[in-house]
């Protein structure tokens, strides 16, 4: 038979530890060095070393970084279902259109990178030169809505070779709303 006392202190314990262990991390905190933002940086090419880090040409010609992204988000695409859509900044415009200008000829690569850790590499298709662009490629709604989230950095990076998983913000909310509501239940 429990005590009066019991469930409240179970509710209570089982609340502090959802809000202690499920809080979702911002952005700049990063999975891997203590109070290290993830670089993000969009390079020529996909060439990599033996430990998948950027080689050749890809680890040599950054084409512009995180910083020169204002905005990203999931729109339709008529051919490939969901898309991601960014768009840049005057800084990274420039070298953006002329990258895009040299590869569509040659269907080239570029890459988007976090640290040393691929996410993607696209083939440019078509000479760029508004700053907007868009990334199809048969993604899912989750898929996309992720990478446009790793793009501006609304999502946090765990890179995969650390062991890590990455940490979804609406994950320790939906927790924390299961603990409060069980807690809930437990006084009424």
Do not use: C
Request: charged fraction near 20%.
């Amino acid at each position: 038979m429990l005590k009066k006392g019991k469930p409240v202190f179970f509710a209570l314990a089982l609340l502090i530890a959802a809000l202690t262990i499920m809080i979702p991390r911002g952005a700049s905190e990063y999975i891997g060095e203590p109070g290290a933002a993830p670089m993000l940086t969009f390079r020529e090419g996909a060439e990599m070393d033996a430990l998948g880090r950027p080689a050749g040409i890809t680890a040599e010609n950054i084409i512009f970084t995180g910083d020169d992204v204002e905005s990203a988000k999931v729109v339709l695409s008529w051919e490939h279902g969901f898309a991601v859509e960014f768009q840049l900044r005057e800084s990274g415009r420039l070298a953006f259109s002329e990258t895009t200008a040299r590869l569509t000829p040659v269907m080239g690569r570029i890459s988007i990178w976090i640290d040393d850790e691929i996410i993607t590499a696209p083939i440019v298709t078509s000479h760029i030169t508004d700053g907007i662009v868009v990334i199809d490629g048969l993604f899912t709604y989750t898929e996309a809505h992720r990478l446009a989230d790793l793009i501006t950095g609304d999502e946090p990076f765990a890179p995969e070779t650390g062991g890590h998983n990455a940490v979804f913000p609406n994950r320790g909310r939906v927790l924390r709303f299961l603990a409060g509501a069980f807690a809930f239940s437990l006084f009424f």
